[in-house]
């Protein structure tokens, strides 16, 4: 029992970590209706500048996160402004691939700038270990990155849902074409999705860095586990995204745990295959409907 | 009244424009360059590196046309077509080193039938993807991207992880530019047959193209299957000229280089698949030299150039460099005179 406990709150760590990179993928897809896949990048970019801000200027984990979360989100804007405004009218293969060829920039430039080898983040939260009850040991980083992540989740829930900007995010996601008619900034409004999905990355990232360890090219691995996690979800939609990411997680965890660490990929994609298959928006994504 | 076209006098540039060669032609003088560029490769007056880089071109070139079937004729976004390189891969290698002495006779039957595997799981994993479209049928053609490399990865018979070791070498670049012209031969032949009209019916408008009387699901699986089966071939070819093959590379990066090189040179053009590849490939090897010789701590900067030349390339001309156009030889003779646009 103890045992399972544990490899669910392992679950929730790394779902946890999903949910943060697979909220940026659901909004930006929302609004835009685009996959960034520069935005797994973006997530190892944060990872990256948190371990930057971590080891040479010693900044303590309380100033360095909100910090690299504000940098990631202009790093996210400036991509957004450069590479994405100009194809936003244009075929949609042309964004995606543009999105690809950003992603594999940042990739290198990252490895340029700090080199090719596996990093850790200096662990920088409480990792005292917790006993309860009879043997169900946990580490205090382990709860903190879990709750810290649902805190950021929560946020985010009631900006979209109680903030003037959050109502304009949404009404953009229902009908980009109209909203600019009714006085809203379609490009403050993208703008401000690309930092809030940057600087939710780039969280995700310096949890990732404490607990596992870093390189520039865990992008492309963890962006697309977190792209998953949100199309099973249900792509577009928030609360789909942070269930999709915790779903996925639980999948490879006890994979790992009770069949073979080979097996993490093929069960989590083949799991993909069949939920799209029964819902084939997702699981708590609207059903397109095509008008003819 | 009478009716009847007046014929002016054609200028030299204008027959010279219009006398294109056949493509049996051309097939023919491209298969005796590379012959040729082969025996002296083989005979030492050319660099073998040169060899190298014209026969990974000729493999990207395959790869490439035939994801364009798929993404660009039929215009959905398949990302999984190095999964089925690595069927042809591996059927071939299993070929190759368990059934007969190397030679001619065993590069064929190696080739047949990775070819044949990848079509036969191309088909079945079309089955199921074209249950969906659009960004869904994306993850779903990555998924069995990743199903198939995971598979090849636990089973001990073909090395696992690890990979598998001591294939013999058989493909050269003369064997690599028959299969060129194979494929192309083949695929332009499709492409402007009704079954190509079909496939690029159903781009511009599926619904549109289904109460044409169009089997949308039928016509579908046929390109994917086909799509698979070059895939299959080529993959067949790398295994015989690598001599080694690991799981790990075939999985999405690979995908996404050929996305690239498809993006890049455009995509519903088959002239611009061969100038995506060539232009991307050659780019690279060039940007390694030039940068190399200036200074050899700047040969990593080719990574970071290369991405932006795609960004400024889809910020520029959003259609690749060839989208939807064709190169005036490329496209059957009937067609030039009919349409000068040569779609």
């Known amino acids: ?76 804007i400036a991509i957004e402004r450069v590479a994405y405004r100009k194809l936003r009218d244009a075929n949609r293969m042309s964004l995606v691939i543009t999105a690809l060829g950003v992603g594999i920039f940042l990739e290198n430039f990252v490895r340029m700038v700090v080199g090719p080898q596996t990093r850790q983040i200096p662990a920088q939260l409480p990792d005292k270990i917790l006993t309860f009850g009879s043997g169900l040991v946990v580490t205090e980083d382990k709860l903190l990155i879990i709750l810290i992540s649902l805190a950021l989740m929560t946020i985010l829930w009631l900006f979209t849902n109680k903030t003037l900007m959050g109502t304009a995010m949404r009404a953009v996601a229902d009908n980009a074409d109209v909203i600019p008619l009714m006085g809203i900034n379609l490009n403050r409004v993208i703008a401000v999705t690309f930092a809030i999905g940057s600087a939710l990355a780039a969280a995700g990232g310096i949890f990732y860095g404490q607990a596992y360890s870093i390189d520039p090219y865990m992008g492309i691995d963890l962006g697309w586990k977190a792209f998953i996690a949100a199309v099973i979800g249900g792509i577009g939609s928030i609360e789909g995204a942070v269930l999709g990411s915790f779903m996925l997680a639980g999948v490879e965890v006890f994979t790992v745990a009770y069949l073979s660490s080979n097996l993490k990929n093929g069960i989590a994609f083949g799991l993909l295959i069949l939920l799209l298959l029964i819902w084939p928006s997702g699981i708590m994504g609207k059903p397109m409907i095509k008008k003819v | 009244m009478k009716q009847h076209q007046t014929t002016k006098p054609m200028s030299l540039i204008t027959k010279l424009r219009t006398a294109t060669p056949s493509w049996s032609i051309l097939a023919i003088a491209f298969l005796a360059l590379s012959g040729v560029l082969e025996l002296l490769g083989d005979m030492d007056y050319l660099n073998q590196y040169y060899l190298h880089i014209l026969i990974i071109v000729g493999m990207n070139i395959i790869l490439v046309a035939s994801l364009n079937l798929v993404n660009g004729y039929l215009g959905e976004f398949a990302l999984g077509h190095a999964g089925f390189m690595a069927v042809g891969a591996y059927t071939a290698a299993v070929i190759a080193t368990k059934i007969g002495p190397p030679g001619l006779p065993t590069l064929i039957i190696a080739l047949i039938g990775s070819t044949l595997a990848a079509a036969l799981i191309g088909y079945l994993v079309g089955l199921i993807t074209f249950k969906t479209v659009g960004d869904y049928l994306a993850i779903i053609t990555l998924g069995f991207n990743m199903i198939i490399v995971n598979a090849i990865q636990n089973i001990d018979y073909l090395g696992g992880p690890r990979g598998f070791i001591g294939i013999p070498k058989a493909t050269n670049l003369f064997i690599v530019a028959i299969c060129v012209v194979l494929t192309y031969t083949v695929l332009r032949n499709l492409v402007y047959s009704d079954h190509g009209r079909r496939w690029i019916s159903i781009r511009e408008n599926a619904i549109a193209a289904e109460l044409m009387g169009i089997d949308i699901n039928r016509a579908k699986n046929m390109a994917f299957t086909i799509a698979a089966a070059f895939a299959g071939l080529a993959g067949g070819l790398w295994a015989q000229y690598q001599q080694f093959i690991t799981p790990k590379s075939f999985d999405y990066i690979k995908t996404t280089d050929l996305l690239v090189m498809l993006y890049l040179g455009g995509t519903g053009s088959l002239s611009g698949s061969i100038l995506g590849v060539v232009f991307y490939t050659v780019l690279m090897e060039v940007l390694r030299n030039v940068l190399s010789m200036i200074d050899p701590r700047l040969a990593e900067l080719r990574m970071l150039i290369s991405p932006l030349i795609l960004v400024v390339v889809m910020l520029t001309k959003q259609s690749g460099l060839m989208g939807n156009r064709e190169w005036r030889w490329f496209s059957p003779r009937k067609e030039e005179n009919t349409d000068e646009s040569c779609s």
Do not use: S
């Open chain 1, 1 to 76: 029992m103890e045992i399972i406990i544990q490899q669910l709150l392992n679950a929730a760590q790394l779902g946890a970590v999903y949910a943060l990179i697979a909220l940026g993928y659901t909004m930006v897809y929302g609004i835009l209706r685009m996959i960034n896949f520069a935005h797994g990048d973006i997530f190892m970019v944060g990872a990256f500048i948190g371990f930057l801000l971590a080891t040479t200027v010693n900044m303590p984990l309380v100033l360095m996160m909100p910090l690299t979360m504000l940098l990631t989100a202009f790093v996210g």
